[in-house]
């Protein structure tokens, strides 16, 4: 039994509400101190602990969230795709971006699978003040499950173009084949001059994180008017956003996102619904 497994057993659902993260590793997440921010906050006597499972095992610990009292959980790498096929139900952005984050266990012990990416990172920018999805085209750098999300939300936002560059021109035609809308696959080699005109740049990819190179993008066909955003929240100011603030533009990181998207499985979990504030972006970079 695992600590989360033997915290939920002591506890029963009825009694103090369970939910955790499950993941591989999954000691880096900063999940149980967003989530234990909250819990703290709003004064519930629940508890979201991390749940390391590996790969061959993820479905049979996912199936045995009733058992063990869990109200449901997020998932995390290496886990979303194979969660989505442990669903007994699956909500369409799921569907559509192929990967599950977020389980909700019904009264009944059904699982629900739902995808709150999208979601995170449209609420991210809308707090940061910038133009709606709508207003102009935007440019997205990479094809991974992360792209796949942002494409869908900005797609169903009514975003009227989305510009896609990945370095591997393929995995970017998968990407814009199985999200639909008005999506165009951009050549690497162009990836400089799609910024023009452009209302929205975002990075999907890991360049520019810690440990990790830059993002090659220079912004110099990039309106000033544009938003920059990163999903990269380690450092919280990478290389791309130190550039587009430089030269004017709104700049947003990427912790917003984790944070928002974490907002309605928490309210599903523990039946009220969390606000995203300062005080809760410092609790979850402490000690960083």
């Known amino acids: 039994m695992t600590e989360g497994e033997a915290i939920a057993a002591e506890a029963p659902a009825a009694l103090r509400p369970v939910a955790g993260v499950m993941g591989w590793p999954v000691a880096h997440s900063r999940s149980p101190r967003l989530h234990g921010h909250w819990l703290a906050r709003y004064g519930i006597d629940g508890a979201y602990v991390p749940m390391a499972v590996p790969p061959p095992g993820v479905a049979k610990a996912l199936r045995a969230l009733p058992q063990f009292g869990f109200r449901g959980c997020n998932v995390t790498v290496p886990h979303k795709e194979a969660a989505l096929a442990a669903m007994d139900e699956v909500d369409t952005a799921a569907k559509r971006i192929g990967a599950v984050n977020t389980v909700v266990v019904g009264p009944d012990g059904m699982l629900s699978g739902s995808n709150t990416d999208g979601f995170g990172f449209l609420e991210n920018l809308r707090a940061a003040g910038g133009p709606p999805p709508g207003a102009g085209p935007a440019a997205v750098i990479g094809a991974g499950g992360s792209a796949r999300a942002v494409v869908a939300a900005l797609v169903d936002a009514g975003c009227p173009e989305i510009r896609l560059a990945n370095r591997t021109s393929a995995r970017a035609e998968e990407v814009a084949a199985s999200i639909g809308g008005p999506v165009t696959v ?14 929205l740049l975002a990075n999907t990819t890991t360049l520019g994180m810690a440990g990790q190179t830059p993002l090659d993008l ?46 309605p499985g928490f309210e599903a979990w523990f039946g009220v619904a969390p606000q995203v504030d300062e005080a809760l972006r410092a609790a979850v970079l402490a000690d960083d």
């Open 218 to 263: 220079p912004l110099d066909a990039l309106p000033v008017e544009a938003t920059v955003t990163d999903l990269v929240y380690v450092p919280l100011e990478t290389p791309l956003l130190a550039a587009a603030r430089a030269r004017g533009n709104r700049a947003v990181d990427g912790l917003g996102m984790l944070l928002h998207q974490a907002r």
């Open 186 to 199: 951009v050549a690497w080699s162009e990836r400089v001059a799609m910024l023009d005109g452009a209302a």
